[in-house]
């Protein structure tokens, strides 16, 4: 599976394999056997085994297997992939800027009405000027056909701004009901805390199924620094400095994603809580490195991290309150990690 460049905040530096399901895993490591075929065969073309390669050969070795080998694999295939998701956060931010162009169409729309209505009521003061003029019949009716006019298109305009209003209604809760089922954050540019939740969910069931080991990491600026800084549009330049860091030393599988208020969440799939808690400090020690200049002062920044382990036998949300509640005693403690260690909600010290 690919990783992305940077730190690889895995297991031990690596994706930690997945325990291979029954179907795959009897007649003595069928799925390794697979595997290092796999990598024989490229060496035996000359190519590199690189991610695209090594997929394309793997795809191809994978039609000659047995179906039951092949359900397991694609069972297994299933649980981890994303690209469908990640096609779909692309789709959801197009459709949210476009409707943010079309909002700005309405209001430019409603500016122009009442730049019409103000013409209105202006030229029913010229009529009142124009009764002073000599002759003021002939302007009076000038002024009577003017402001008819001028009525009748307001009459037009007050009609179609109901049609405007009922539309951007409509709009309006369409935006509302995207909002509601999107798996986006536009202000992080990553994952938001809906997805990270049902992603989660999906990998509790994957462990039931396969037997594996996965882990929750919540992080977030630490209070002492969040008290330094007063301004909301530079504490927001500092949360997306982490989300971006977080991003660039997350592996493919993993997903990161704003859990809410500044606090970011990395789902780490075949991580035991051991490797969860290096891959924790390793996440903090590099983005503890970074500097910040404020208007005279320098801030280092400092994060707070709690790690939980998934387990089938605790909901979803169960476990992302025992990695907020470990984040925040290690927060309170001025501790760099906490890690959430038994399904009682104990916490251990990182």
């Known amino acids: 599976m690919l990783l992305r460049k940077g730190i690889n905040i895995g297991a031990n530096g690596d994706a930690a394999p997945a325990s291979a399901p029954s179907a795959v895993a009897n ?5 390794e056997n697979f595997a290092r075929g796999v990598l024989e065969d490229l060496a035996k073309d000359n190519l590199p085994p690189l991610p695209n390669y090594y997929q394309l050969y793997f795809e191809k070795a994978l039609d000659e297997k047995s179906y039951e080998f092949r359900k397991a694999m694609s069972d ?3 649980g981890e992939s994303s690209s469908e998701d990640e096609k779909r956060m ?19 729309v409603a500016t122009l009405f009442k730049n019409v209505s103000n013409m209105t009521q202006i030229s029913k003061r010229r009529m009142q000027e124009a009764k002073a003029i000599n002759n003021p019949g002939a302007v009076q009716n000038l002024s009577l056909a003017l402001n008819n006019d001028l009525e009748k298109l307001t009459l037009a305009l007050n009609s179609q701004a109901i049609v405007i209003k009922n539309l951007y209604a409509k709009s309006a809760k369409i935006l509302q009901e995207v909002k509601g089922e999107t798996i986006y954050d ?8 809906r997805y990270l939740t049902d992603q989660i969910r999906a990998e509790i ?7 594996h080991q996965s882990s929750l990491m919540l ?16 504490l927001g330049l500092i949360n997306r400095t982490i ?31 051991q490797n969860a808690s290096r891959a924790a400090l390793r996440v903090a020690e590099m983005t503890n490195g970074s500097h910040f200049f404020i208007a005279d002062q320098e801030i280092k920044l400092e994060i707070c991290v709690g790690v939980a382990a998934l387990s089938v036998s605790q909901e979803a949300e169960t476990v992302m309150v025992r990695a907020l509640d470990a984040m925040n005693k290690a927060d309170a403690e001025g501790k760099v990690f906490e890690v959430a260690s038994s399904e009682e909600g104990e916490k251990t010290n990182g």
């Open 27 to 31: 007649g003595g490591g069928e799925l």
């Open 76 to 78: 297994m295939i299933e």
């Open 90 to 108: 692309r789709m959801e931010r197009q459709l949210q800027d476009g409707f943010g162009v079309f909002k700005e169409i309405l209001q430019n």
């Open 186 to 193: 536009s202000q992080y540019g990553i994952f938001n805390k």
């Open 205 to 211: 069931a994957q462990i039931g199924k396969f037997n």
């Open 219 to 234: 992080a977030k600026l630490s209070a002492k620094i969040k008290d330094r800084i007063s301004s909301e549009k530079q």
């Open 243 to 273: 989300s971006k860091l977080f991003m660039k030393t997350s592996r493919r599988s993993d997903v990161v994603a704003h859990f809410g208020d500044g606090c970011f969440g990395i789902l780490l799939k075949h991580t035991d809580e």
